[in-house]
């Protein structure tokens, strides 16, 4: 459900495509794992238009056909763009910013309903994990 007042967008200053922001996230970025997802991400000050970017990916080694793997992309961003607020609203909170990457790695394709429900589970635990990074920074200062 939607909250009132936020639109469920996903414009281009919401995806991850700088490639130098790529490769430090793949390079000194944390990761997770929710079936069938992994999930890389990285933290850092609030700056720039949107809290929170992220590219999203479809293993090739799973899905030969382009096709295929487009279909999945667009469902997961869907999917993304109809549950993201809880992360900005988390983010806007605490004033950080978070690039991640969403990379299924399933073996065979999901219906909308598997892809949304793993697509929210995914957003609360990167929001308990920026939580436990942060908690950790805070005691080391």
């Known amino acids: 459900m939607k909250p009132p007042g936020i639109k469920q967008t996903f414009k ?17 970025g944390n990761t997770f794992l929710i079936h069938p997802f992994r999930v890389n991400w990285l ?9 929170a970017s992220v590219m999203i990916g479809v293993s090739r080694k799973s899905f030969r056909n382009a096709s295929d793997r487009n279909h999945l992309k667009r469902l997961c961003r869907e999917a993304y763009r109809r549950n993201k607020h809880s992360l900005y609203k988390h983010l806007e909170e605490h004033e950080l910013s978070c690039n991640f990457s969403i990379v299924y790695i399933g073996k065979s394709k999901a219906d909308y309903s598997v892809i949304e ?23 080391r200062s």
């Not at 281009?12 to 000194?28: G, N, P, T, V």
């Open 12 to 28: 281009k200053h919401e995806r991850l495509r700088s490639s130098k922001m790529i490769r430090l996230l793949f390079a000194h």
């Open 43 to 51: 933290i850092g000050k609030q700056k720039g238009l949107s809290p």
């Open 117 to 139: 429900k793993k697509i929210i589970i995914l957003i609360q635990r990167l929001i308990s994990e920026l939580e436990i990074y942060s908690h950790q920074n805070k005691t």
